[in-house]
């Protein structure tokens, strides 16, 4: 079974300043995808990044942007320039690839932006 | 496009009670899930549904749960004879293989389930 973690609970930054949350996951398949999802306080899960695992090329969406290591199985997310709005609940999450296919997600990471 | 939406918000009920949530996915989405959320934890997969069928249940959806989306629209997730075990969020996601975003599934705000 697929399986994902992330192994800090709880980080926090600077406003303005650049903040990295770790992800690793485990799987026996070559065609899947990974995701971030923001779970702000109170408000609906949004999906923040994603990356195909056949392409090399990390994804970068704005100030965001993912460090894809496939043969590691780690896939962080890189915010820059962190803003107050980016306070939430991050998860990372695996699927597998082809037609519909549930998301296993890690056990989240709270981020506090200090002002 | 309004977007998921999930009724009600929040219940409360007794154990032993019966609940049940609805679910109304992002319109034309013809897939949509449910996952369970507890407290600190990430979601959970629940169920899948393509259209009106129920293609996959996870092992955490006990024979106290059942799903249904009779016209492959809006969606219900009951749960019979609850337990303190059941509080959670419950929540409903929907996605669509023929839009510009398969791969990505929208996620509704969510019914947090208490059971005293």
């Known amino acids: 079974a697929q399986t994902v973690t992330q192994s800090q609970p709880e980080m926090s930054v600077q406003e303005a300043e650049t903040v990295t949350l770790s992800c690793t996951y485990d799987?026996?398949?070559?065609?899947?995808?990974l995701f971030w999802y923001k779970q702000p306080p109170s408000r609906q899960m949004i999906l923040v990044i994603r990356?195909?695992?056949?392409?090399?090329q990390n994804a970068t969406e704005n100030r965001f942007s993912v460090n894809f290591q496939k043969a590691a199985k780690s896939f962080s997310l890189k915010i820059s320039d962190s803003q107050l709005g980016d306070a939430a609940m991050y998860f990372c999450?695996?699927?597998?690839?082809?037609?519909?296919?549930?998301?296993?997600f890690g056990q989240g990471t709270r981020l506090t932006i200090n002002p | 496009d309004t977007g998921v939406s999930q009724d009600p918000r929040h219940k409360i009920t007794k154990r032993g009670q019966n609940v049940t949530f609805r679910c109304d996915p992002i319109?034309?989405?013809?897939?949509l899930y449910w996952y369970r959320q507890t407290l600190g934890q990430g979601p959970e997969f629940l169920t899948y549904?393509?259209?009106?069928?129920?293609?996959?249940k996870s092992r955490l959806l006990s024979d106290r749960f059942s799903a249904e989306r009779p016209k492959g629209s809006f969606s219900t997730l009951e749960i019979q004879r609850t337990e303190q075990g059941d509080s959670a969020m419950y929540l409903c996601?929907?996605?669509?293989?023929?839009?510009?975003?398969?791969?990505?599934?929208?996620f509704g705000p969510g019914t947090r389930l208490t059971v005293l």
């Open positions: 996601a929907s996605s669509s293989p023929t839009s510009g975003r398969a791969y990505e599934q929208f």
């Open positions: 799987t026996s398949e070559s065609d899947y995808y």
């Open positions: 990356q195909e695992a056949y392409k090399q």
């Open positions: 999450a695996y699927r597998r690839g082809g037609g519909a296919q549930k998301l296993v």
């Open positions: 319109s034309e989405h013809n897939r």
């Open positions: 549904f393509q259209n009106e069928a129920q293609l996959e």
